[in-house]
């Protein structure tokens, strides 16, 4: 009877962890789609129409990345941490609570930043409010987390845990990160210029954001996940080590003002993370696609190849970029061909599992989804420089239609993973088909 009762708490705690991760998810992609690309999409047009990034008020821009980056991607990785760590460490019962308590934090400090930047409404008090909810929001997932501790017992092998260690670093990064962020609201709102942060300052915190936040989180559950998903080997502890140690010394560079070193180092890192995870060597077993389209092994490595694009057109932006447009470039490869397509690719492949065990509606919708979005990004980066540098003037035209191409394919992946979600789990529509027939 014991036995029969722990297991019955324990599917309640599964079930409360995975209704706790579809507000994670349904939260991130409402700040996917309107305050993050759709906003994005509004500002290229403006953008376009006056043919000069100064034409865009700064702190529409960093709305819209604050809401892609911490209301998108952020509100997925502190979901999905949530879930994975809290049922490996069997901490089920106590982070439930506190999943809700940080998604609350962390989607009114998102939401009220974005109104703070785009309406500038009370938004001296607005700004550092934002900025303590999110630091408020990670804190709890930070400290519920943190009681996780690995498994190791005879003949383990260390490199099983090497995700772990950069998910942890990304976390780190991610603390300092938010703590920085709030310092420099605090500043901005005692300058009382405008609901922007100062210009030198959001460069270095950008840089941050991907290479101590993103990149190292990412490439984390690339280690855990991709030897699953692809068959490939598993990757090299020292190789990871070395990438993240490249992308930290990045960023300690650009802290510094060394553009330059700070782009060379980036790009060593983006040209070393995917030799540490095996990704040019020949898979050792068939991939995994069950559910997702056949696709998806292709796509992981394009992303890996889109990162390394934006981490070699970072060195040239740090040599001879005078208008915004090839700095531009290097971050759209990287956030969105890099990040966004890992989202799409890797999301619709994860998530509905984790979601109560439910099926993707529509492979085909994941493959229109990726492919709109590896086109939209495409068109963007070779036309972006060549536009803005005023190299090649005619390709301005081309910048809207990329990113109504890129709102395409986020719109699908919305679309698709939405419809998931609404669908009842695998094993219970199959029941239900069953007695029906």
């Known amino acids: 009877m014991r036995s029969g009762g722990a297991a019955i708490d324990a599917a309640r705690a599964e079930a409360a962890l995975q209704r706790a991760l579809t507000a994670w998810i349904v939260s991130g992609l409402f700040f996917m789609l309107l305050p993050g690309t759709f906003l994005g999409v509004w500002s290229l047009f403006s953008i376009t129409r006056q043919r000069s990034l100064q034409a865009m008020s700064a702190a529409w821009l960093q709305a819209h990345g604050h809401a892609q980056v911490f209301g998108w991607v952020g509100s997925f990785i502190l979901g999905i941490g949530f879930y994975s760590l809290s049922k490996m460490a069997g901490l089920a019962p106590f982070a439930v609570g506190r999943s809700w308590a940080a998604w609350g934090l962390w989607t009114v400090g998102v939401a009220l930043r974005w109104v703070a930047n785009i309406t500038g409404w009370h938004w001296r008090v607005g700004l550092p409010v934002s900025a303590g909810l999110e630091l408020g929001g990670f804190l709890l997932f930070f400290s519920t987390v943190a009681r996780h501790r690995p498994a190791r017992n005879a003949g383990h092998d260390a490199r099983a845990e090497a995700w772990m260690l950069l998910v942890i670093a990304g976390a780190v990064g991610l603390l300092a990160i938010l703590a920085a962020n709030l310092a420099l609201a605090v500043a901005a709102a005692a300058r009382g210029d405008g609901p922007a942060l100062a210009h030198g300052a959001d460069q270095r915190l950008l840089t941050a954001i991907v290479?101590?936040?993103?990149?190292?989180?990412?490439?984390?559950?690339?280690?855990?996940?991709?030897?699953?998903?692809?068959?490939?080997?598993?990757?090299?502890?020292?190789?990871?080590?070395?990438?993240?140690?490249?992308?930290?010394?990045?960023?300690?560079?650009?802290?510094?003002?060394?553009?330059?070193?700070?782009?060379?180092?980036?790009?060593?890192?983006?040209?070393?993370?995917?030799?540490?995870?095996?990704?040019?060597?020949?898979?050792?077993?068939?991939?995994?696609?069950?559910?997702?389209?056949?696709?998806?092994?292709?796509?992981?490595?394009?992303?890996?190849?889109?990162?390394?694009?934006?981490?070699?057109?970072?060195?040239?932006?740090?040599?001879?970029?005078?208008?915004?447009?090839?700095?531009?470039?290097?971050?759209?490869?990287?956030?969105?061909?890099?990040?966004?397509?890992?989202?799409?690719?890797?999301?619709?492949?994860?998530?509905?599992?984790?979601?109560?065990?439910?099926?993707?509606?529509?492979?085909?919708?994941?493959?229109?989804?990726?492919?709109?979005?590896?086109?939209?990004?495409?068109?963007?980066?070779?036309?972006?420089?060549?536009?803005?540098?005023?190299?090649?003037?005619?390709?301005?035209?081309?910048?809207?239609?990329?990113?109504?191409?890129?709102?395409?394919?986020?719109?699908?992946?919305?679309?698709?993973?939405?419809?998931?979600?609404?669908?009842?789990?695998?094993?219970?529509?199959?029941?239900?088909?069953?007695?029906?027939?």
């Not at 796509?299 to 889109?306: K, L, Q």
């Not at 799409?344 to 989804?369: D, E, K, N």
């Open 211 to 437: 290479w101590v936040f993103l990149a190292p989180t990412i490439w984390g559950f690339s280690a855990r996940w991709l030897p699953i998903f692809l068959g490939s080997a598993q990757p090299s502890e020292r190789g990871l080590k070395l990438a993240y140690g490249l992308a930290f010394s990045a960023v300690a560079a650009a802290l510094a003002g060394a553009w330059v070193v700070s782009s060379v180092l980036a790009a060593a890192a983006a040209a070393a993370i995917p030799v540490a995870l095996r990704l040019w060597r020949k898979a050792l077993k068939p991939p995994k696609t069950a559910g997702v389209h056949a696709s998806f092994p292709a796509f992981v490595r394009v992303a890996y190849v889109w990162l390394m694009l934006g981490a070699g057109l970072s060195v040239w932006a740090a040599v001879a970029d005078r208008s915004g447009g090839i700095w531009g470039a290097s971050r759209h490869a990287i956030t969105v061909g890099f990040v966004a397509m890992m989202v799409l690719t890797i999301g619709q492949r994860v998530l509905p599992a984790f979601c109560g065990a439910r099926v993707l509606y529509s492979p085909r919708l994941m493959l229109a989804a990726l492919g709109l979005l590896a086109v939209g990004c495409t068109l963007r980066v070779a036309t972006e420089p060549l536009a803005y540098q005023g190299y090649a003037p005619g390709l301005w035209p081309v910048l809207p239609v990329s990113a109504v191409l890129e709102l395409s394919g986020i719109t699908l992946f919305a679309l698709n993973l939405g419809v998931t979600l609404l669908r009842p789990p695998e094993h219970v529509r199959l029941r239900t088909v069953a007695q029906r027939t």
